[in-house]
């Protein structure tokens, strides 16, 4: 599985968007980027994922760079409850899950 | 919503004793994983399994064992705990499949103390 290149925090103002950037330039044609958030304490959380296409959900937005070696994670309209830290991950849509999670971003939401 | 369990949640417990924590998956996933990560720290892999009777070790040695005797089912076992045990241990399954995606689901972790 590739390995991601993450910034280790960011801040981001109560309602506005939050733009976590994740670098992963030795992607193989056939991974997916994945992304997780760990609220203290809990078990990571599936955000999105996708493969090159931009991808939305109710949670997050996720674009991927046409070369597919970096990607950003957008939380629209960030909220306190949004303070975690933040899983870039890439692996493949089969098979089994060894993948290294690495430090994420902490990214901290202040009011 | 992930159906994945552990139990106990908290344990606290003396050097020397056997513990086993469980971790059971109601959504007939063949691969489970547990992680270790100490507070603020990375999660680290210690056990993996792909299906029944497969168990392999992970990225970080680790003293316990595992077992996968049915689907569901997934417990961790340290025979003479000791206080560098002290951990949050996390349960997690994925489906691996191409068209439904491979999504890792978590579990709400065990938080073990060794006195």
């Known amino acids: 599985d590739a390995k991601t290149t993450q910034p280790p925090s960011m801040d981001c103002a109560e309602g506005r968007a939050a733009n976590l950037p994740c670098n992963h330039s030795t992607i193989s044609g056939n991974e997916y980027v994945y992304w997780y958030r760990q609220i203290h304490s809990q078990g990571p959380q599936y955000i999105i994922h996708?493969?090159?296409n931009n991808e939305t959900n109710e949670m997050a937005s996720l674009i991927i760079t046409e070369d597919r070696k970096s990607s950003t994670l957008i939380l629209p309209h960030a909220t306190l409850r949004d303070t975690a830290v933040y899983y870039c991950i890439v692996h493949l849509n089969t098979g089994g899950f060894k993948t290294i999670f690495g430090a994420g971003t902490r990214l901290f939401v202040k009011a | 919503e992930a159906d994945i369990y552990q139990t106990p949640r908290y344990l606290v417990i003396g050097t020397g004793k056997k513990i086993t924590l469980e971790c059971s998956q109601t959504m007939g996933h063949d691969k489970m994983y547990w992680y270790q990560q100490d507070p603020g720290m990375e999660l680290h892999l210690i056990h993996y399994s792909y299906g029944v009777n497969s168990t392999e070790k992970g990225d970080l040695s680790s003293e316990s064992t595992v077992s996968r005797i049915r689907t569901e089912h997934f417990p961790l076992t340290l025979e003479s705990a000791r206080p560098s045990h002290t951990s949050q241990y996390l349960c997690a399954s994925s489906e691996g499949n191409r068209g439904r995606g491979n999504t890792i689901y978590f579990g709400e972790g065990s938080w073990l103390t060794v006195v």
């Open positions: 996708g493969l090159k």
